[in-house]
T-cell receptor
Framework: AQTVTQSQPEMSVQEAETVTLSCTYD???????LFWYKQPPSRQMILVIR??????QNATENRFSVNFQKAAKSFSLKISDSQLGDAAMYFC??????????FGKGTRLHILP | DAGVIQSPRHEVTEMGQEVTLRCKPI?????LFWYRQTMMRGLELLIY????????DSGMPEDRFSAKMPNASFSTLKIQPSEPRDSAVYFC??????????????FGNGTRLTVT
């Protein structure tokens, strides 16, 4: 069975600085999909970025980018120029070949003004 | 597109009572997922459906939990009887198949369940 691990329960970053959230996963599949979601205090789940495992190029969305290392089974999220609105829980997610989607336990990100 | 709609937003009930959570997925989505979120365990997948058929219910914690999807536009998650340890936020989410531009999950706003 696949698992997703986020080893950092909490992180803090100074406003305007860069922060990287880590995510590793365990799988025997070669074809899968990865996501990062953000959950602000409103409880809403918001898609941040997505990556297909067959694509070697790292996905980027404005200030958000990933470092996808397939061999290492690592999928970290980099947030550049951190803003106060980035403060939230961040979840890494894995979608398997049979479309099961599982999440890590999350990393709470604090932005320091 | 109204998004995924969950009801109620909050539910407070007494131990032993039956609780029914409801979800309307986005029209045209093939997949529907139920998750439970707690501080201790994060987001746990309870069950998911494809074209109204349950595919994997291995995350359903006990026989007290059941889920149905009688048609493409409605699903329920029922807990009977409820217990205080069932207190959590329950999310419903829907998705197209992954081949459609790596279709992500679209979440409802969740139901916060409190069992006293």
């Amino acid at each position: 069975a696949q698992t997703v691990t986020q080893s950092q329960p909490e992180m803090s970053v100074q406003e305007a600085e860069t922060v990287t959230l880590s995510c590793t996963y365990d799988t025997s599949e070669s074809d899968y999909y990865l996501f990062w979601y953000k959950q602000p205090p409103s409880r809403q789940m918001i898609l941040v970025i997505r990556q297909e495992a067959y694509k070697q190029q790292n996905a980027t969305e404005n200030r958000f980018s990933v470092n996808f290392q397939k061999a290492a089974k690592s999928f970290s999220l980099k947030i550049s120029d951190s803003q106060l609105g980035d403060a939230a829980m961040y979840f890494c997610a894995y979608r398997s070949r049979d479309d099961k989607i599982i999440f890590g336990k999350g990393t709470r990100l604090h932005i320091l003004p | 597109d109204a998004g995924v709609i969950q009801s109620p937003r909050h539910e407070v009930t007494e131990m032993g009572q039956e609780v029914t959570l409801r979800c309307k997925p986005i029209s045209g989505h093939d997949y529907l997922f139920w998750y439970r979120q707690t501080m201790m365990r994060g987001l746990e997948l309870l069950i998911y459906f494809n074209n109204n058929v349950p595919i994997d219910d291995s995350g359903m914690p006990e026989d007290r939990f059941s889920a149905k999807m009688p048609n493409a536009s409605f699903s329920t998650l029922k807990i009977q009887p409820s217990e205080p340890r069932d207190s959590a936020v329950y999310f419903c989410a829907s998705s197209l198949e992954k081949q459609v531009y790596n279709s992500p999950l679209h979440f409802g706003n969740g139901t916060r369940l409190t069992v006293t």
